[in-house]
């Protein structure tokens, strides 16, 4: 049985299409019957806090002397840290923004990524990623469709993230574009195609 976190980014509620994509992945995932619990992260409902001159600090310090004011400064970052570290799997949804991701999307992985949480040392001064074996699954919503060739800034950047900074390795992404072409209809089951056999 495993755990799935669903990561929802963007502030167009039930209307986005990154969220109808993701939450279909998620469907699929259940039909396999494998599935023990669906937590699920809205990040417009509940906003990553941005890091300033006070917090930031906090970011690079050694766990083991973090103290009273650590705790609450940290507060939500070490929530969405055991969240991820209790998934086995992590269905992400967001919007394309400037070919890039969503900022809350973007808020939530700068509350992530910790040195000596996330990730450590080794003796070479090589990262080492903490939550290896997990599996991520990227839901893309664009109101234009890429040009073949062009490069895929989200995918990719998400990808480098998880690997560097995690060690996740095991990433698939899936894409809904040209949602705002005239009478666009969203066919996710067309999307994923035969997302089942391939994921058994």
Known sequence: MKNILHIISSARGNQSYSKGLSSAIVQKLQQQERINQVIIRNLMKDIPPYADEISIHEFYKNPGSYDEKSTALLSYANKIVDEMREADIIVIGTPMFNLGISTPL??????????????????????????KGKK???????????????????????????????GITDV????????????????????LGNFEMQNI
Do not use: C, H
Request: avoid cysteine.
């Open 106 to 131: 973007k808020g939530w992985l700068d509350q992530l990524i910790r040195a000596g949480v996330t990730y450590v040392f080794d003796e070479q001064w090589n990262r080492v990623g903490q939550f």
């Open 172 to 191: 698939e992404t899936y894409r809904i574009e040209g949602t705002i072409e005239p009478g666009f209809e969203a066919n996710y089951d067309q999307i």
């Open 136 to 166: 991520v699954y990227l839901a893309i919503a664009s109101g234009g469709r890429r040009i073949e060739g062009t490069p895929d800034y989200i995918s990719a950047y998400l990808k480098d993230v998880f690997r560097s900074y995690t």
